[in-house]
C-alpha cells in the first residue's frame, strides 16, 4: 500500500490515468478470453501531498517499536463496531487530521464500509475538510467493490463539499459502471461531465470506448468515435488499441480492419499490444496466415515480441489444431530469451494432449515443473494425466501427480482417480493401492475445494479388487468417504455386500443393504443370495432368514434352492414355525418345488401342537395347486397318537372332500377309540358315513359298546341306525381306487 508522507507540501495535481487494464493482460492470467484488453497500464496516481502544514510525528506514547498512526486506526475500525466510543477514541490519538492522515486511513480501510463511515465522520466532525485526492479515493474504493449509489452520490455532492470536480474521478466511476456491466450510467455520467462544466480529454473517451466495447456496443462506440472527432479530439495508439480490441471482441473484422487503418493514416504507429491484439483477433476468425504475416511484420518493424506476443501465436495455432507451428513458436520463443509464463503452459500442454502427442507433452511438463511456473487452470493437469494413462505410460502419468506436488499444486480426488483406474486396468494393483492409502489417509476426497472428483470407473475398479482379495473393509473406508460426497453407486454396494459375504461377516453386509434401503439404490439379487449363504455358514438361521424377507421386498425372488437352504436351516436348527413362514413366502411366489420338505414341516407342526398354523398352510398350498400327502400325515400322527391333531386334520379333509385311502379313516378312528377318545370318535364316524357311505371299521361295534358304558346312549342309537341304515357292509370301492390313484 501507497501511504502519503508528511515531509512535502505541494499544491494539489491530479495523476490520475484511465483505470483500464492492459489489452494482453489476461494473456498472462488465463486462457478463457479469446480476446484480451488493450494496455492502460499506467501508474496508480501518486498519492496527494499533505494540504496543510506537517504535524507533529503521529506515535503512539509508550509503544515500541512505534507503529504508524494511520495503521492504528485501521486496526481500531477492523476489530471494533462504527460507534460514537470509536469516534471518540480516534479522536483521542489524533492531534490533527490532515490529507496525508486521512487518505492514508481509506487506503488502509479493511472494508468500503469502513472506509466510507470514516470519510464522512471526519467531514461531519468537522475535524477534516476533503480535498479531491480523498474524493477521488473513496470513489475509487466504492467502485472497486460495487458501491456504485454511494460513489455517484459523493461525486455530484462534492462541490457542495467545496471539493472541485477533476475528470479523473468520473473516469474512475465510468470505468466501475463498466465493471459492473451497467453501460448505461456510465454514459450518462460522461455525458454530465459537460453538463457540470467537467473539461473532456481522450482520458474520458478512453474509458467509454473500453465500458461500451466490454459489452458488444460496437455501433454506441462508432458513434462516440465520431463525436469525439468533431469535438477536436485526435485519438491515440491507447485509443485505437481499445477500438481494436473491442471490434475483435464484437466479431467485428471489418470493422476493426478499417479502424487499423485509420490508425495508419492518422501517422500513429502500432505498438506490441497493437501487433498482439491484431494477431489474436485474426487467429479467432481462423485467419492463420494473416496473423503469421503481421508477426513477421512486428518484427521488421523492429517491435521485438513479448511473452503475450509468443503465446498469443501459439494459442491460435493450438486453435487451429496445427501443433508442429505452435511447438516451432515455443522455441523460438525460447530462443529469443523470452521465458514461457504460466499462460504459455497452460494453452500448449491441453494442445498437445488433445492431439495424443504424449511425448511432446511429457518433456513440456518437464520443463514447466523444472521452471517451477504453476499453470493457473489445474484442468491442464486432468488432461496430462489422462494423455499419459491413454498412451499407456503410466511412469509418466505418475510424474505428473509428482510435478503437482512439486509446483505446490493441491492433488484432488480426480487426479488420484485416473491413476488407480489406469493402474487397476493394467493390473498394477499393488501402485493403485498405495495411492488409495494415501487417499483414504489425507481425507482428500473429504476437501470441500476439490473441483475434480473421483470417477465411477476408478473407485468400482479398486473396491472390486479389495473386496475379491479379502480386503473390503478397506474398500468401506473408501466408499463411505465417497458417501459423504454424496455418491450412491449401486456397483460399489453390491461389490461390499459380495466382499464381506464372502469374508464371513454378513452383518456388515447387511449394514450395507439397509443404507441401500433407506437410501433407495438398487440391490442386487446375486448380493442377497451371498449374504444369505453367508448368514447359513455361521449356522444363524433367523439372519438368513431376515436377509431373505428384505430380499423379498427389494422385488426379488429367491431361487428354490435358496428357500430350500433356509428352510432346512431353520428346521434343523428347530425353528419349525419360522421355516413355516419362509414356506408360505415361497408357495405365495408361486415356487412349487420342495415339497418333500414342505411335508415334514407340516408334519413337525402337527405334532408340535400348531394344528391352525398348519392348517392355514395347508389351505394355502392347496389353493395354489400342491396338495400334501394327507395320507402319510394322518398315519404319522395316529401312531404318535396325537390324535386331536390327527381329527382336526381328517375333518379338514372331509369339509374338502379330499381323497385318502380308506385305510387311514379306521387308522386315526382305533387311535381315538384306543385314547379313549370316544366322543370325538363317534362325530367323526358320522362325517365319514354321510360323505362316503358304510364303512367295515371293524372297532365300530366297540364304539358303540363304549358309548353305551359312558352315559352316551343317545349317541350310540344314531351310530348304530345310521350303519344299519348304511347296509352294515363293505363300503364302495370305486373312491378308493380314485384315491389311490390319486396318491
Known amino acids: 500500500m501507497a501511504f502519503l508522507s508528511n515531509s512535502k507540501l505541494l499544491r494539489w495535481r491530479p495523476t490520475l490515468h484511465p483505470i483500464i487494464p492492459n489489452p494482453l493482460l489476461r494473456f ?12 492502460h497500464s499506467h501508474p496508480d496516481p501518486p498519492p496527494p501531498p499533505p494540504t496543510q502544514p506537517p504535524s507533529q510525528p503521529r506515535t503512539i506514547p509508550h509503544q515500541h517499536p512505534p507503529e504508524k498512526l494511520e495503521s492504528v486506526i485501521c486496526r481500531m475500525m477492523a476489530n471494533r463496531a462504527w460507534t460514537t466510543r470509536l469516534q471518540n477514541s480516534i479522536r483521542s490519538i489524533v492531534p490533527l487530521f490532515d490529507s496525508s492522515l486521512v487518505y492514508n486511513v481509506l487506503h488502509g480501510a479493511k472494508t468500503p464500509e469502513q472506509a466510507l463511515h470514516f470519510y464522512r465522520w471526519v ?9 479531491p485526492d480523498t474524493t477521488l479515493k473513496i470513489i475509487q474504493i466504492l467502485g472497486r467493490y460495487s458501491k456504485l449509489n454511494h460513489a455517484r452520490c459523493i461525486l455530484l455532492d462534492a462541490p457542495k463539499k467545496s471539493v472541485p470536480y477533476h475528470e479523473d474521478m468520473f473516469v474512475s466511476l465510468i470505468d466501475s459502471y463498466g465493471k459492473a456491466g451497467i453501460v448505461q450510467e456510465a454514459v450518462k455520467i460522461f455525458q454530465k461531465m ?6 473532456r480529454t481522450i482520458k474520458s473517451y478512453d474509458a467509454l470506448f473500453k465500458v461500451i466495447l466490454r459489452r458488444g456496443r460496437y455501433m454506441m462506440a462508432k458513434r462516440y468515435y465520431n463525436s469525439m472527432l468533431r469535438e477536436g479530439f485526435e485519438p491515440t495508439r491507447h485509443t485505437f488499441n481499445i477500438l481494436l480490441w473491442g471490434m475483435f471482441l464484437s466479431l467485428r473484422l471489418d470493422t476493426a480492419i478499417r479502424f487499423y487503418e485509420d490508425m495508419k493514416s492518422r501517422g500513429v504507429s502500432p505498438d506490441v499490444v497493437t501487433y498482439n491484439t491484431l494477431i489474436n483477433g485474426y487467429f479467432r476468425f ?3 496466415e494473416e496473423a503469421e504475416k503481421l508477426f513477421v511484420e512486428m518484427k521488421g518493424r523492429n517491435i521485438a515480441p513479448n511473452v503475450i506476443s509468443y503465446t498469443t501465436m501459439l494459442k491460435g495455432y493450438v486453435a487451429a489444431g496445427q501443433i508442429d507451428g505452435a511447438m516451432k513458436v515455443f522455441e523460438e520463443m525460447k530462443s529469443c530469451g523470452i521465458k514461457p509464463n504460466a499462460v504459455t503452459f497452460s494453452t500448449l500442454l491441453p494442445g498437445l494432449c488433445d492431439l495424443d502427442k504424449a511425448v511432446e507433452a511429457q518433456d513440456v511438463f518437464g520443463e514447466m515443473v523444472e521452471r517451477y511456473i504453476a499453470p493457473k487452470d489445474n484442468v491442464v493437469f486432468m488432461d496430462l494425466l489422462n494423455c499419459q494413462c491413454k498412451a499407456g505410460n503410466l511412469d509418466a502419468a505418475a510424474d505428473v501427480l509428482k510435478g503437482m506436488i512439486r509446483l505446490s499444486i493441491p492433488t484432488e480426488a480426480g487426479h488420484y482417480g485416473i491413476l488407480i483406474e489406469n493402474f487397476c486396468k493394467a493390473n498394477v494393483y499393488d501402485r493403485a493401492e498405495k495411492l488409495l492409502d494415501k487417499l483414504i489417509e489425507k481425507e482428500i476426497i473429504l476437501r470441500p475445494q476439490n473441483s475434480f472428483e473421483m470417477e465411477p470407473g476408478a473407485y468400482n475398479l479398486v473396491i472390486q479388487h479389495l473386496c475379491d482379495n479379502g480386503r473390503t473393509v478397506k474398500a468401506e473406508t473408501l466408499f463411505r468417504q465417497l458417501m459423504k460426497k454424496g455418491v450412491l453407486d449401486s456397483v460399489a454396494f453390491n ?31 446375486d448380493s442377497y443370495r451371498l449374504l444369505i449363504e453367508s448368514y447359513l455358514r455361521k449356522g444363524e438361521p433367523a439372519d438368513a432368514k431376515t436377509a431373505l424377507d428384505s430380499m423379498l421386498e427389494s422385488g426379488h425372488l429367491p431361487e428354490s434352492s435358496l428357500y430350500r437352504s433356509v428352510m432346512e436351516s431353520l428346521f434343523d436348527d428347530g425353528r419349525v414355525q419360522t421355516a413355516s413362514r419362509v414356506m408360505k413366502s415361497m408357495v405365495e411366489k408361486g415356487v412349487k418345488e420342495n415339497m418333500d420338505l414342505v411335508s415334514k414341516i407340516l408334519e413337525a407342526l402337527l405334532i408340535r401342537g400348531h394344528v391352525e398354523e398348519a392348517l392355514g398352510r395347508i389351505d394355502l398350498l392347496m389353493l395354489n395347486g400342491c396338495e400334501p400327502d394327507f395320507d402319510h400325515l394322518l398315519s404319522i400322527l395316529s401312531e404318535k397318537q396325537k390324535t386331536i391333531a390327527a381329527l382336526k386334520l381328517l375333518d379338514f379333509v372331509l369339509e374338502r372332500d379330499c381323497i385318502i385311502n380308506f385305510s387311514i379313516y379306521d387308522k386315526v378312528l382305533d387311535a381315538l377309540l384306543a385314547a379313549g377318545k370316544t366322543l370325538n370318535a363317534y362325530s367323526i364316524l358320522c362325517k365319514i358315513l354321510e360323505k362316503r357311505g358304510s364303512t367295515d371299521w371293524s372297532s365300530r361295534d366297540e364304539l358303540i359298546k363304549s358309548l353305551n358304558q359312558e352315559g352316551n346312549t343317545k349317541q350310540a342309537d344314531v351310530l348304530s341306525r345310521m350303519i344299519k341304515g348304511k347296509g352294515g357292509g363293505p363300503v364302495k370301492r370305486e373312491g378308493k381306487k380314485n384315491s389311490t390313484g390319486a396318491s
Request: hydrophobic share 30%.
Open 286 to 288: 481462423k485467419k492463420v
Open 194 to 199: 459537460k453538463d457540470l462544466g467537467v473539461e
Open 123 to 131: 467531514e461531519r466532525a468537522g475535524l477534516f475538510t476533503h480535498t
Open 28 to 39: 498472462s492470467t488465463s486462457t478463457a478470453e479469446p480476446l484480451s484488453e488493450p494496455d
Open 495 to 525: 461389490n461390499l455386500i459380495r466382499g464381506h459375504s464372502r469374508e464371513g461377516n454378513p452383518d456388515s453386509a447387511f449394514e450395507i443393504i439397509k443404507i441401500m434401503g433407506r437410501r433407495g439404490v438398487p440391490r442386487e439379487a
